[in-house]
């Protein structure tokens, strides 16, 4: 089993920066992508930025220069610095992670959400 622990959310005014930080751990052989979804008030939960253990990212429209995916493979952690935030990025952020299990199954798990506002 694979556990996500997310922290770095809270309330921040517009124009202002956060990092989201994601650690992975548990029965993990190799996680090949990691990535930060967000689900907004009454929509559906949609990818922000994703990362593959080469380091190729990918991101929404929305959020390009703004925002900045990295990771550690050494640690399985993955980040989300988000710059110039906007109102329309408050939403529950969750973290994702997908790779093999040392049993060699597949795994694909969630992190428990971190509420990000962004309001004056």
């Known amino acids: 089993q694979v556990q996500l622990v997310e922290s770095g959310g809270g309330l921040v005014q517009p124009g202002g920066s956060l990092k989201l930080s994601c650690a992975a751990s548990?029965?993990?052989?190799?996680?090949?992508?990691m990535g930060w979804y967000r689900q907004a008030p009454g929509k559906q939960r949609d990818l922000v930025a994703a990362i593959t253990s080469g380091g190729s990212a990918k991101y929404v429209d929305s959020v390009k220069g703004r925002f900045t995916i990295s990771r550690d493979n050494a640690k399985n952690m993955v980040y989300l610095q988000r710059n110039s935030l906007k109102p329309e990025d408050t939403a529950v952020y969750y973290c994702?992670?997908?790779?093999?299990?040392?049993?060699?199954?597949?795994?694909?798990?969630w992190g428990q959400g971190n509420q990000v506002t962004v309001s004056s």
């Open positions: 994702n992670a997908e790779g093999f299990s040392y049993a060699a199954s597949e795994f694909d798990s």
């Open positions: 548990g029965n993990i052989f190799s996680v090949h992508t």
